[in-house]
Nanobody
Framework: EVQLVESGGGLVQPGGSLRLSCVASGFTFDDYAIGWFRQAPGKEREGVSCINYSDGSTYYADSVKGRFTIYSDNANNRVYLQMDSLKPEDTALYYC??????????????????????WGKGTLVAVSV
């Protein structure tokens, strides 16, 4: 079965850190861009970060630049999102998605409205005292 599975979400205090993981089964990331998206209650889904698996280039939304880091574990077909200095406004359901055509900054901007090849089901991040 082809799927993406996210993990690593949880409850954390403001200023804390979490590391999200996205692993693929049934396909390999080799020719894909992998993005992280999030959706807060009552808000639209937004792009957070992207990594182009072929060359390792990375992209970030302005709201997370300098606080989040995306990186890949090629041997294990896994992509991570390291989230530091978390804020209450980072609270959301976080999804990973993969696509062969939409990449880089375009994936962050248009991914929420695009028919991406694969979506995960999400992992919940809550930032609260």
């Amino acid at each position: 079965e082809v799927q993406l599975v996210e993990s690593g979400g949880g409850l954390v205090q403001p200023g804390g850190s979490l590391r999200l993981s996205c692993v693929a089964s049934g396909f390999t990331f080799d020719d894909y861009a992998i993005g992280w998206f999030r959706q807060a209650p009552g808000k639209e889904r937004e792009g957070v970060s992207c990594i182009n698996y072929s060359d390792g280039s990375t992209y970030y939304a302005d709201s997370v630049k300098g606080r989040f880091t995306i990186y890949s574990d090629n041997a294990n077909n896994r992509v991570y999102l390291q989230m530091d200095s978390l804020k209450p406004e980072d609270t959301a359901l976080y999804y990973c998605a993969a696509d062969k055509s939409l990449m880089g900054a375009a994936l962050i901007t248009f991914g929420p409205y695009y028919d991406m090849n694969y979506w995960g089901k999400g992992t919940l991040v809550a930032v609260s005292v």
